[in-house]
């Protein structure tokens, strides 16, 4: 069943689509905020489809998750019990902020850089900072660094791959998407 290979190829032409730039600010915003997709799965598709625009592209993203981790900010510092505090005792993460809490304490600003890199949800890291009072520049600074080099890595992996990659890309993606799904179901069976 090729179903991740037909899904590709959608994605290839929907980045191609005349408000696709839109569309990846707006994730890229909600994504630092509250949104649980990384911008990523449409910068890539983006990048790969028009790659002369990668650099555009991975700068709309950097920028528009830098004003929607500034939000999130402020949402920390103003917001948390009316607002953030209610959401995350909904989710039941109580746990995971009180971890993200600690780890601001013990790393301070790097733990922001961190967050903005890896595939760690940053937008939890955004409302931490604003909750524990961190310094609002070095906050920006930690967030921009941290962000652009991973929009800007996934922009230049698929500018400089080009053709040659977007075609292995299709021949292997139904393999990598069915491997994910089985990764997904047998880590829910070990962690319930």
Same mark, same amino acid.
């Given at each position: 069943?090729?179903?991740?290979?037909?899904? =590709?190829?959608?994605?290839l032409?929907?980045?191609?689509?005349?408000?696709?730039?839109? =569309?990846?600010?707006? +994730? $890229?915003? @909600?994504?630092?905020?509250?949104?649980?997709?990384?911008?990523?799965?449409?910068?890539a598709?983006m990048?790969?489809?028009?790659?002369?625009?990668? &650099?555009?592209?991975? &700068?709309?993203t @950097?920028?528009? $998750?830098?004003?929607?981790?500034?939000?999130?900010?402020?949402?920390?510092?103003?917001?948390?019990?009316?607002?953030?505090?209610?959401?995350?005792?909904?989710?039941?993460?109580?746990? @995971?902020?009180?971890?993200?809490?600690?780890?601001?304490?013990?790393?301070?600003? &790097?733990?922001?850089?961190?967050?903005?890199?890896?595939?760690?949800? =940053?937008? +939890?890291?955004?409302?931490?900072? %604003?909750?524990?009072?961190?310094?609002?520049?070095?906050?920006?600074?930690?967030?921009?660094?941290?962000?652009?080099?991973?929009?800007?890595?996934?922009a230049?992996?698929?500018?400089?791959? %080009?053709?040659?990659?977007?075609?292995?890309?299709?021949?292997?993606?139904?393999?990598?998407?069915? %491997? @994910?799904?089985?990764?997904?179901?047998v +880590?829910?069976?070990v962690?319930?």
């Amino acid at each position: 069943m090729r179903i991740f290979q037909w899904m =590709y190829d959608k994605a290839l032409l929907w980045a191609k689509h005349r408000h696709a730039e839109r =569309y990846l600010a707006g +994730l $890229s915003f @909600t994504e630092s905020v509250i949104f649980p997709i990384p911008p990523d799965v449409m910068l890539a598709p983006m990048a790969l489809a028009r790659p002369a625009m990668a &650099w555009r592209f991975a &700068w709309i993203t @950097t920028l528009f $998750s830098l004003f929607g981790g500034i939000c999130g900010y402020f949402l920390g510092l103003w917001l948390f019990e009316p607002v953030v505090l209610p959401a995350v005792e909904y989710l039941g993460k109580q746990e @995971t902020f009180a971890k993200v809490q600690q780890w601001f304490t013990d790393y301070g600003v &790097w733990v922001v850089f961190i967050a903005g890199f890896s595939p760690i949800p =940053y937008k +939890l890291f955004t409302v931490g900072a %604003g909750l524990m009072g961190m310094a609002f520049v070095p906050f920006v600074i930690a967030s921009f660094v941290g962000r652009a080099s991973r929009f800007f890595l996934v922009a230049g992996l698929m500018y400089w791959g %080009g053709e040659k990659m977007q075609q292995k890309l299709r021949d292997i993606v139904d393999a990598l998407g069915w %491997g @994910t799904v089985a990764l997904g179901a047998v +880590l829910y069976l070990v962690y319930s």
